[in-house]
């Protein structure tokens, strides 16, 4: 019946002038398609598109049998190499700009099967924008923000193993994408500079929408990956467009970026991909100094360090971390901390140290934080860690702080260090190192780290004014340690009575298990309000709560025979030692 009613349509064809069929014969003429194919005989559908007398028809009306071909070639059935001929045949006859259209739509219409279909579907569209001759900029950019756009629904892989397994088929879609730029950028890079600017701004627009998603995404894993592939085609095309590497990160051009869709995001990537991953670091020229590419770097590594998602995270901390690598110890101004994209990312540092959950990060983190103090100049070491002091309000980054005063100390006094670290510099950060942030209120067990540096600081200066000269005024390192050592003595007092009261309840909780059961079952049990590295301990188990007292206690006695220590060399009673 179906092969009745596209004869009956090829008649009427032939009798048309001019081949102008009413709304009711194209209806008939894709009902009949539509049937055949559904009843999967695609093959007799393309013996139909094939015969020469039916090249006008088909020319005409063909584009209307595209969504049943895609629909069929989906399910792959036993028709399926018969319909993916036929899709040739059409994008090879049917008007370029309408199979642009439905084969957009068709792009769009499987959210199921988004791979399948780019991978059936690329190629056709490749071909019918070939056929568009000049001025092709246009269909090439809508096409392309299409195919983006569903391939940014992809899950990204994050391990090697479900990169190779390719799932969800993002690899084979970057493979498509390239696949379908090739000839495009062929074109373009054998044109002059002026010759179709429309399909080069898109061709960079792609590449930049690239490197944003999936590439900043992606976990890299060398040369066997196809995403790795993927980048570094990439950053081939970029040069082939007129674009250069070099110019793109240091001197980008706004307008143009703002045509690529680029805020930042993809340079940032790009720089990853040159400085950490080294993907066509030949590109880079090597006259621009370690210093130049770092300040170059800032703006992208704050960006990354600013995100929320872990793999701009770690891009972030790896791109910065490269950058100082090729930094001289020592060598960063003071003058770098007053520009906005330098005093940004130690915020952004302590940030990932002390707040973000994963263990991995904090632990990247600490070590750019360490390798970024290590650069500065003698007087940047001292301006930053007098901020920090007076900014970080986290005793963990106070207690860093101060290790590292006493580590530039050090080699002060022993000849290799600065003057920044030594007489009145050294003393104005004493005054910061050696206080309690709330006095005798100063809850020890949270501040414990600050705490627990600061004492092996002011032993270790005693000692070396003891043993090998003064590296700062004698009366007044005396005068400030007596006045930290007596808020100190008062605030373990009240401290170790506090806590030493907790663990006696605890232990009478313990002995009334039942008595304790019914109290808190009237709501007579009081929660307490101790809070323990950001956890409040009547979150806590019984046993736990126990520990974590108990541990406070010893605690207070380290600290405490740190502060007889300190006494007796003050007092001179004992020999030094460092």
Known sequence: MAENDLTEVVQRWQRTPEGEFKEEDRELFINAGRTIVAQGDGGKLL?????????????????????????EALKRRKSLVDCRAAIHHLVQTCRP?????????????????????????????????????????????????????????????YTPRQE???????????????????????????SNATADGRLRTELLKFCMLSLRDPLLQAHLDGPQSSLWNFATQITIILPAIQHPLPKLLLCPTPR?????????????????????????????????SPVFVLQCNMDYINLLLSSKEEPWLMKGLELYEKSLERVEDGSLPVALLELQSFSRVPQNLVEIMTVCPMEHLKTKGLAVFQLFTDKLSGEAKHKFFRCMLKTSHHAGVDGHIIKNIKKQVDLTRKAAGSVWFSGSHLLSLLQ??????????????????????????????????????SIVDASELHALAERYLKTLRACLCMSRSYYSSEVKGIREDHKNKAKEAREAQRGKNPARDITVKNEKLSSMSPEVQHQVLQSALVTFDLMESLVVRIEELMEGSCTPEI
């Open 256 to 288: 143009k970026m703002e045509q690529s869709g680029d805020r930042g995001e993809s340079r940032a990537c790009l720089a990853y991909l040159l400085f950490v991953q080294l993907i066509a670091m030949e590109m880079f020229p090597a006259v621009f």
């Open 164 to 190: 190779r397994e390719d799932a969800y088929g993002l690899g084979r879609c970057c493979g498509a994408l390239l696949d379908f730029v090739r000839p495009f950028v062929a074109e373009v890079q054998g």
């Open 47 to 71: 013996d139909f598109f094939r015969e020469q007398r039916n090249q006008g028809i088909v020319k005409s009306m063909g584009c209307g049998l595209m969504a049943p071909l895609v629909d």
């Open 432 to 469: 910061l190192a050696l206080c309690l942030p709330q006095g005798a209120e100063t809850d020890l067990l949270n501040g414990m780290d600050r705490v627990i540096e600061s004492l092996n600081l002011l032993r270790f200066l005693l000692i070396v004014q003891k043993g090998h000269g």
């Open 97 to 157: 700009a309408d199979l642009q259209d439905v084969l957009l739509e068709q792009v769009k219409s499987h959210p199921e099967a988004i791979s399948d279909t780019i991978m059936l579907l690329v190629p056709a569209l490749q071909t019918a924008l070939l056929r568009l001759g000049d001025r092709k900029g246009p269909s090439v950019g809508a096409t392309l923000e299409v195919l983006q756009t569903q391939v940014a629904k992809l899950p990204v892989p």
